[in-house]
């Protein structure tokens, strides 16, 4: 199986700031990576799909890059509504489907 | 629109069978694979299991000798079932689509609320 490993686990930063989340798969995983938010509360939403496919009606502000095992996932200047945690997960071999840890990013 | 909302019991005491209901709406199962994914509190997603578009199904092989996933198309449902409950198994259940029409695309673009189901000893 595929392993993931998020970093960092949690973080907190200010409002207009930007973020990166990594990400890291435990071998080449070709594109095959998606990324969800969950709000506190409420199931995981997609926001990116093929390590840099912006899903349908998410922000501009966040972004997606990567190859082989290393991706991250930007949020350009942060909002307050961009408070949550958020997955990463590779669908190249499955399966099974192997997500990561998760990041929590909280406001400063 | 696309929905998929889980239904079943809250509380469960340990042994017993965990029975779940995923009712969909919006799409066809025979179009759209469905998959189970739960989170522990505070913890992370894992993958609990897959039924295909065609009815197959693929299991977490950590899981695989306690659990069993099925359908009715007629009724737009799909069901979980898990035996042997432990209280490590409590956790937010929740169903979700893979996003591929009549293929696979192996992420998963709509979720259900989740149920919280607790294990008690």
């Known amino acids: 199986d595929i392993q993931m490993t998020q970093s960092p686990a949690s973080l907190s930063a200010s409002l207009g700031e930007t973020v990166t989340i990594e990400c890291r798969a435990s071998?080449?995983?070709?594109?095959?990576l998606a990324w969800y938010q969950q709000k506190p509360g409420k199931s995981p939403q997609l926001l990116i799909y093929?390590?840099?496919s912006l899903h349908t009606g998410v922000p501009s502000r966040f972004s997606g890059s990567g190859s082989g095992t290393q991706y991250s996932l930007k949020i350009n200047s942060l909002q307050s509504e961009d408070v949550a945690s958020y997955f990463c997960q590779q669908y190249y071999d499955y399966p099974p489907w192997t997500f990561g840890g998760g990041t929590k990013l909280e406001l400063k | 629109q696309v929905q998929l909302k889980e239904s079943g019991p809250v509380l469960v005491q340990a042994s017993e069978t965990l029975s779940l209901t995923c009712t969909v709406s919006g799409f066809s199962l025979t179009n759209y694979g469905v998959i189970w994914v739960r989170q522990p509190p505070g913890k992370g997603l894992e993958w609990m299991g897959i039924i295909w578009r065609n009815g197959n199904t693929d299991y977490n092989s950590a899981l695989k000798s306690r659990l069993s996933i099925n359908r009715d198309t007629s009724k737009s449902q799909v069901f979980l079932k898990m035996n042997s409950l432990q209280t490590d198994d409590t956790a937010i259940y929740y169903c979700?689509?893979?996003?591929?029409?009549?293929?696979?695309?192996?992420?998963?673009?709509?979720w259900g609320q989740g149920v919280m189901v607790t294990v008690s000893s």
């Open positions: 979700t689509r893979d996003s591929g029409f009549i293929t696979t695309a192996g992420y998963f673009d709509y």
């Open positions: 093929n390590a840099n």
């Open positions: 071998e080449d995983i070709y594109n095959g």
